[in-house]
Antibody, heavy 116, light 107 residues
Framework: QVQLQQSGAELAKPGSSVKISCKAS????????ISWIKQTTGQGLEYIGY????????NYNEKFKGKATLTVDKSSSTAFMQLSSLTPDDSAVYYC?????????WGQGVMVTVSS | DIQMTQSPSFLSASVGDRVTINCKAS??????LNWYQQKLGEAPKLLIY???NLQTGIPSRFSGSGSGTDYTLTISSLQPEDVATYFC?????????FGGGTKLELK
C-alpha cells in the first residue's frame, strides 16, 4: 500500500535550518511528484511547491523561495525539504503529499517548532 | 495568487442535517477545485476532485458543485463521523491556494 512516512518533530532555534524527510513506499517513487504543504493555525494551509522525483526539477510558491529547498534521493525513495533562516513564523506542521497536486496520499505531518 | 474565501468558518449542525460549505475564488477557476476533510491530528483527506468527482471510497452523502468562481460542498445527511474541518483547494493557477477552512461540529 502507498505510504509516505515523514520524519519526527523538530525543535529549532531562530536562524537555524531543519531538513525534514518524506519516505515513500508502495509505488514507483519516480512516477509521481512530491508536494509540500504548510499548515498553521493562523494561516491555514499553504502550498509550498513540488519536486519532480525523476529529474529533481522543482516549482516553488514565490512566498517560499529562499525559505524552502526541495530535494530527492531516488536510491532511498525519499524526498526532503530544508527550511532555512528559521523564524517563529516557520513554526507549523509540514506535510508531504504524492503528486504535484495534493491528492489521495499524504504523509502524517511533521511539527516544526522554532523557539529560542 | 488566487484568493479562496471559504464560508462559514464554523458550522454547528445536527445529525441528519443537510450541510453546505462554500468557496469563492477571486477569479474563474474553471472547476479546478478539490475538497478535503481533516480530522483532528490527521492529514487532510481528499473527498472530491474537480468540483464534483467523488473520490473512491467516499460516502455518497458528500457531493460538490459549482462553476466559475463559486463552489459548494454538500453533506446531504450529516453523520457523527463527519465532524472535521473542511478545506477547498484551487488548482487552476499556481500557486495552488486553499480556503481558510470550515470547522464542522455537532449541535
Amino acid at each position: 500500500q502507498v505510504q509516505l512516512q515523514q520524519s519526527g518533530a523538530e525543535l529549532a532555534k531562530p536562524g537555524s535550518s531543519v531538513k525534514i524527510s518524506c519516505k515513500a513506499s508502495g509505488y514507483t517513487f519516480t512516477s509521481y511528484y512530491i508536494s509540500w504543504i504548510k499548515q498553521t493555525t493562523g494561516q491555514g494551509l499553504e502550498y509550498i511547491g513540488y519536486i519532480n522525483t525523476g529529474s529533481g526539477g522543482t516549482n516553488y510558491n514565490e512566498k517560499f523561495k529562499g525559505k524552502a529547498t526541495l530535494t530527492v534521493d531516488k536510491s532511498s525513495s525519499t524526498a526532503f525539504m530544508q527550511l532555512s533562516s528559521l523564524t517563529p513564523d516557520d513554526s507549523a506542521v509540514y506535510y508531504c503529499a504524492r503528486g504535484g497536486l495534493p491528492g489521495l496520499y499524504w504523509g502524517q505531518g511533521v511539527m516544526v517548532t522554532v523557539s529560542s | 495568487d488566487i484568493q479562496m474565501t471559504q464560508s462559514p468558518s464554523f458550522l454547528s449542525a445536527s445529525v441528519g442535517d443537510r450541510v453546505t460549505i462554500n468557496c469563492k475564488a477571486s477569479q474563474n477557476i474553471n472547476k479546478y477545485l478539490n475538497w478535503y476533510q481533516q480530522k483532528l491530528g490527521e492529514a487532510p483527506k481528499l473527498l472530491i476532485y474537480n468540483t464534483n468527482n467523488l473520490q473512491t471510497g467516499i460516502p455518497s452523502r458528500f457531493s460538490g458543485s459549482g462553476s466559475g468562481t463559486d463552489y459548494t460542498l454538500t453533506i446531504s445527511s450529516l453523520q457523527p463521523e463527519d465532524v472535521a474541518t473542511y478545506f477547498c483547494l484551487q488548482h487552476s493557477s499556481r500557486p495552488w491556494t486553499f480556503g481558510g477552512g470550515t470547522k464542522l461540529e455537532l449541535k
